[in-house]
């Protein structure tokens, strides 16, 4: 469980124990329930990979601090970044990523490069004792770069601009193994609503499939995000579209969704709109 007595907790996937560390937001516990299928403007969940636990709990206190549109819901630490990349490839996403750079094993920057090959605009920050190394950390569009010590006032408020940025822009799903799955949803090029089983295709051709507790639920949120329809199941996100010919729509990186007949004139006219809206 996520959930204390009064405590917010970070959870080392490493070490398999609970850190506590003291009251979450407005003194309560953090709820993971709270984090339920696709809805924006939610609490957001971060991921801590740091092999000093002083520091994690350092961090994660600072984290403590942010605003409430800022407020991070879940933290979870991991002391090693095989350990953290596995959990990623498995299918987790986080909405943030506070990485060391001086890993033992896979470093921050080699970390940060494998998490954006699958999260294109995942929100990374990098923390470390050397200075040297802040230009590699800008060159692979580290959101935010913080030196050890960390200064408090410096990284709330940075971290507060950085997530204000994105806060409403996401979109957060919950697998059927509670794992959360955050997406900016400019990354997400469409998505397959197919029986029981969302797939989600992001603009790096990655997918993303798991199982919703109520698909009909999702297909319409999907359409309240903006999505379009294309055909049975299939929702796309205009934002990533770039032709629509006969028989499919062209998006990003050549990606093709399938149109329906009966879906093409809905589809071009709502189309139509979102490019006048524009």
């Given at each position: 469980?996520?959930?204390?007595?009064?405590?917010?907790?970070?959870?080392?996937?490493?070490k398999?124990k609970?850190?506590?560390?003291?009251?979450?937001?407005?003194?309560?516990?953090?709820?993971?329930?709270?984090?339920?299928?696709?809805?924006?403007?939610m609490?957001?969940?971060?991921?801590?990979?740091?092999?000093?636990e002083?520091?994690?709990?350092q961090?994660?206190?600072?984290?403590?601090?942010?605003?409430?549109?800022?407020?991070?819901?879940?933290?979870?630490?991991f002391?090693?970044?095989?350990?953290?990349?596995?959990?990623?490839e498995?299918?987790?996403?986080?909405?943030v990523y506070?990485?060391?750079?001086d890993?033992?094993?896979?470093?921050?920057?080699?970390?940060?490069?494998?998490?954006?090959?699958?999260?294109?605009?995942?929100?990374?920050?990098?923390?470390?004792?050397?200075?040297?190394?802040?230009?590699h950390?800008?060159?692979?569009?580290?959101?935010?770069?913080?030196?050890?010590?960390?200064?408090k006032?410096?990284?709330?408020?940075?971290?507060?601009?950085?997530l204000r940025?994105?806060?409403?822009?996401?979109?957060?799903?919950?697998?059927?193994?509670?794992r959360?799955l955050e997406?900016?949803?400019?990354?997400?090029v469409?998505?397959?609503?197919?029986?029981?089983?969302?797939?989600?295709?992001?603009?790096?051709?990655?997918?993303?499939?798991?199982?919703?507790?109520?698909?009909?639920?999702e297909r319409?949120?999907?359409?309240?995000?903006?999505?379009?329809?294309?055909?049975?199941?299939?929702?796309?996100?205009?934002?990533n579209?770039?032709?629509?010919?006969?028989?499919?729509?062209?998006?990003t990186n050549?990606i093709?969704?399938?149109?329906?007949v009966?879906?093409?004139?809905?589809?071009?006219?709502?189309?139509?709109?979102?490019?006048?809206?524009?």
């Open positions: 469980t996520w959930r204390g007595q009064g405590q917010m907790f970070i959870r080392d996937r490493n398999a609970m850190i506590a560390l003291g009251p979450g937001p407005g003194g309560k516990p953090a709820d993971p329930r709270a984090t339920t299928a696709g809805k924006r403007g609490p957001l969940n971060a991921a801590i990979c740091e092999d000093d002083a520091q994690v709990k961090i994660a206190e600072y984290l403590r601090l942010l605003p409430d549109e800022c407020q991070i819901e879940q933290i979870i630490a002391s090693a970044g095989e350990t953290l990349l596995r959990e990623v498995e299918g987790t996403t986080f909405g506070l990485l060391d750079i890993l033992p094993g896979i470093n921050g920057l080699e970390l940060a490069r494998r998490i954006r090959s699958r999260q294109p605009s995942a929100c990374i920050a990098f923390v470390t004792a050397y200075p040297q190394y802040t230009i950390a800008f060159a692979l569009s580290g959101n935010q770069y913080f030196l050890k010590p960390v200064n006032q410096q990284f709330v408020a940075a971290m507060t601009r950085m940025r994105v806060a409403p822009y996401r979109v957060i799903w919950v697998n059927e193994n509670k959360p997406f900016l949803i400019a990354d997400i469409y998505v397959e609503c197919y029986h029981n089983t969302m797939t989600i295709v992001t603009r790096n051709r990655h997918k993303t499939q798991f199982r919703p507790e109520n698909i009909r639920r319409l949120h999907m359409e309240r995000l903006g999505f379009l329809k294309s055909h049975q199941g299939f929702y796309v996100n205009p934002a579209i770039e032709s629509i010919r006969e028989h499919d729509v062209y998006c050549d093709r969704v399938p149109i329906s009966r879906c093409r004139k809905p589809l071009m006219d709502a189309f139509t709109e979102y490019l006048e809206n524009l």
